[in-house]
């Protein structure tokens, strides 16, 4: 819960599509999807393989981060504009799919997932107990998938009660977040290259 009440990606996301469309469902579903994916994946022991293989780990890093500053840049550029008049905001509906592909993206391309889980499930993990260690981590990162869920729409939500009657202040929160994604798909990538100028 710690990690997940922690702001990031994935809470700049949810605030923008919170204050840009109707529903914060799409959106967070990609997320979820993207956090189960890596649930999967630790379980799977893939994660341990791309930890050991800094030159896929590094382009899987760069392209999560590049991404990112993308959905940044977009942000920046075209700020939520909130009607005082809720009927009047225009809502695409077959952007949906969008949302959630977007918000998949956000969580599924992002390794750092992979390494915390890596790092963190296991710690919660009981080697002698009567289910095996991969069912283990799957229930863990299903409580945490239970965990995101509760969290995001809360933020969704929150997000368009308090700032949806406030269009400046709803315009200030959306640049902010589309500021937070440059900035950490940048320092992810600074990462990445000081880790390359030290080897």
């Known amino acids: 819960m710690v990690f997940v009440i922690t702001p990031g990606a994935d809470w700049a996301y949810t605030i923008a599509c919170g204050l840009r469309h109707r529903s914060v469902a799409p959106a967070v579903g990609g997320l979820l999807v993207g956090h189960l994916l890596a649930t999967l994946v630790v379980a799977a022991g893939v994660a341990a393989m791309l930890a050991r293989s800094p030159a896929v780990l590094a382009a899987l890093t760069v392209a999560g981060a590049g991404y990112l500053v993308w959905l940044g840049i977009g942000l ?22 969008r949302q959630a592909l977007k918000g998949f993206g956000i969580s599924g391309l992002n390794p750092k997932v992979f390494l915390l889980f890596l790092a963190l499930l296991p710690q919660f993990v009981v080697a002698t107990a009567a289910w095996p260690v991969t ?8 409580i945490h998938v239970v965990n995101c869920a509760i969290v995001y729409i809360g933020v969704g939500l929150t997000a368009r009660r308090v700032l949806g009657a406030r269009p400046a202040a709803a315009r ?3 640049r902010t977040s589309g500021a937070v994604m440059i900035i950490l798909g940048a320092v992810l990538i600074g990462e990445q290259i000081l880790a390359q100028a030290t080897q």
């Open 172 to 174: 200030w929160v959306s």
């Open 135 to 142: 069912v283990q981590i799957v229930i863990l990162g299903l």
């Open 76 to 97: 920046l550029h075209h700020p939520v504009n909130v009607h005082a008049d809720p009927t009047a905001q225009s809502v695409d509906y077959g952007s949906s799919w």
